[in-house]
């Protein structure tokens, strides 16, 4: 078997016996969506289908943050002794990091699929050419958010680190990204974090595609905020599912250089422990 589709498997059949993680991750969707589509429907009154607009961000939020949580799992193996039984097969480190990134990627849109089901229950309108195409931008953008969250994982060594880190910096990522509140009204000294989030590119597309806005201008998408104005220059919502992509490539580069060098002969094993983090047996 492929090292990297083993992983994957691993991984997901590990998900699917942690029913904490996984009705954790519902609730807090289900929590969003419920919010969303009945408080704040009123103030999106200028919009044509306000659903749309509301429930496409709580979707790709819960990708986001699916996708950056789940690359805590590495350190479990690492913890659990894990890691150094799979470093003695003849496996490139690449194809591990590849793995857990695919493995998050395919959680997270998962779990994006299923709150986008939710969604139209609850009055998301989409036709089977835009489930398709969310499905698709979900999976290309949970990969570059399971990069990043690797590479945070594999700089904090350890969960209590990771978890710290993550939420310290997923929290102004989230506000700053347009998916609760509309970049347009973010003050102007937060936008230079606007730009730099791949999270608001991630967010622009989907909305884009959810709302069918590609009969719309250029000033049209900014003045909603699926369109970003640098200095006249107009980055629209496909050129911001590239700049996703090619952060999510940076980040991937940078946690396999990380993961390379890595040393696990140092790592303590956790008390009772084997390898792939059950406990042992006496």
Do not use: W
């Not at 949580?69 to 194809?95: C, H």
């Not at 050419?129 to 990043?148: G, N």
């Amino acid at each position: 078997m492929n090292p990297i589709t083993a992983i994957v498997q691993r991984n997901l059949l590990n998900y699917v016996r942690s029913k904490g993680r996984v009705l954790g991750a519902l609730f807090m969707s289900m929590f969003m969506l419920v919010m969303f589509s009945f408080l704040m429907k009123s103030s999106m009154g200028n919009l044509d289908t306000p659903m749309n607009y509301l429930i496409s961000g709580v979707i790709i939020m819960s990708v986001f943050q699916v996708s950056v949580n789940n690359s805590s799992d590495i350190l479990s193996d690492i913890s659990s002794g894990y890691m150094k039984e799979v470093l003695v097969a003849p496996i490139a480190r690449t194809q591990i990091s590849m793995g857990h990134i695919l493995s998050g990627a395919v959680i997270a849109t998962i779990q994006g699929i299923v709150t986008m089901i939710c969604g139209i229950v609850l009055g998301l309108r989409v036709n089977v050419l835009q489930i398709l195409l969310l499905a698709a931008v979900m999976l290309v953008s949970a990969m570059a958010f399971s990069a990043i969250g690797l590479f945070l994982a594999t700089v904090s060594r350890n969960s209590p680190a990771f978890q710290t880190i993550s939420s310290m910096i997923m929290m102004p990522l989230t506000f700053v990204s347009g998916a609760y509140i509309p970049t347009t009204m973010i003050p102007g000294f937060l936008l230079p974090i606007v730009y730099l989030n791949p999270l608001t590119y991630t967010t622009s597309i989907f909305r884009y595609i959810a709302l069918g806005a590609h009969t719309l201008t250029a000033e049209e998408l900014v003045e909603q905020g699926m369109a970003f104005s640098i200095g006249g220059f107009v980055i629209t919502p496909l050129m911001g599912l590239v700049i996703t992509i090619l952060i999510g490539a940076f980040f991937f580069a940078l946690c396999v250089r990380k993961f390379n060098r890595a040393d696990f002969s140092t790592i303590k094993v956790a008390a009772g422990m084997r390898g792939g983090g059950a406990p042992a047996r006496g």
